[in-house]
């Protein structure tokens, strides 16, 4: 495919299940972001990866957030013991180079957690 | 870290006035500011960007201004069109590290 692509696109968790959202990010692109938007927000940073290496997860809010890219490309971040608060949309980004390149993002994951 | 703040929130014109957003920034190693536009159940799209060794950038109806001396840049939209309607979010950041977003703008353009 021409972009990002997230799956699924919606998920609903009840309170303290884990759940795993996957990102496939465009083909050949170096580096890979995860972003969290809450309801009327920007998005905020959560971690990123530069091929398989995940160089920052200084935004992960918990330890309950874990975010992987075992083959330098499909990433998939998991949250355990999900909590309401973790209700938002999950944005995953890839840039062809490191550094500031133009980030291409996914339509997203929005997760719910009743 | 870098701090982005955006205004307004919101911003309603007509069809066919200009649209002004203005951010400002609060690291002074930044060199690069995206803009990107958000569609309602989308996500972030690319729609300009400029570097710091620029002042000014234009495509078609759309403009940045960047003015590091005072850390802000605006976003300029002119003869809008009820397509522009969206939200608009600026970012920030230096050669790898992750981008910081604003909070965002809700444009409405009105026919």
């Known amino acids: 495919g021409a972009g990002v692509s997230q799956s699924p696109r919606y998920k609903v968790a009840k309170r303290g299940q884990d759940v795993a959202l996957r990102c496939d990010p465009i083909?050949?692109?170096?580096?890979l972001f995860w972003y969290q938007q809450a309801l009327g927000q920007g998005p905020e940073f959560l971690t990123y990866?530069?091929?398989?290496?995940?160089?920052?997860k200084s935004g992960l809010p918990s330890d309950r957030f874990f975010a992987e890219r075992p083959e330098g490309s499909v990433s998939t971040l998991k949250i355990q013991r999900t909590q309401q608060e973790d209700s938002a949309v999950y944005l995953c980004?890839?840039?062809?180079?490191?550094?500031?390149?133009?980030?291409?993002f996914g339509n997203g994951t929005r997760l719910t957690v009743t | 870290g870098e701090n982005v703040e955006q205004h307004p929130s919101t911003l309603s014109v007509q069809e066919g006035d200009s649209a002004v957003i203005k951010c400002t920034y609060s690291?002074?190693?930044?060199?690069?500011f995206p803009w990107y536009k958000q569609e309602l159940g989308k996500g972030p799209q690319l729609i300009i960007d400029?570097?710091?060794?620029?002042g000014e950038k234009k495509d078609q109806r759309i403009a940045v201004t960047l003015n590091k001396t005072a850390k802000h840049f605006s976003l300029h939209i002119t003869e809008t069109q009820p397509e522009d309607s969206a939200v608009y979010f600026c970012?920030?950041?230096?050669?790898?590290?992750?981008?910081?977003f604003g909070k965002g703008t809700t444009l409405s353009v009105s026919s």
């Open positions: 980004a890839s840039s062809a180079v490191p550094g500031n390149s133009p980030l291409h």
């Open positions: 083909s050949g692109h170096v580096s």
């Open positions: 990866f530069q091929n398989e290496a995940q160089l920052d």
């Open positions: 690291d002074s190693a930044s060199n690069y």
């Open positions: 400029i570097r710091s060794n620029v």
């Open positions: 970012a920030a950041n230096q050669a790898g590290t992750a981008l910081i």
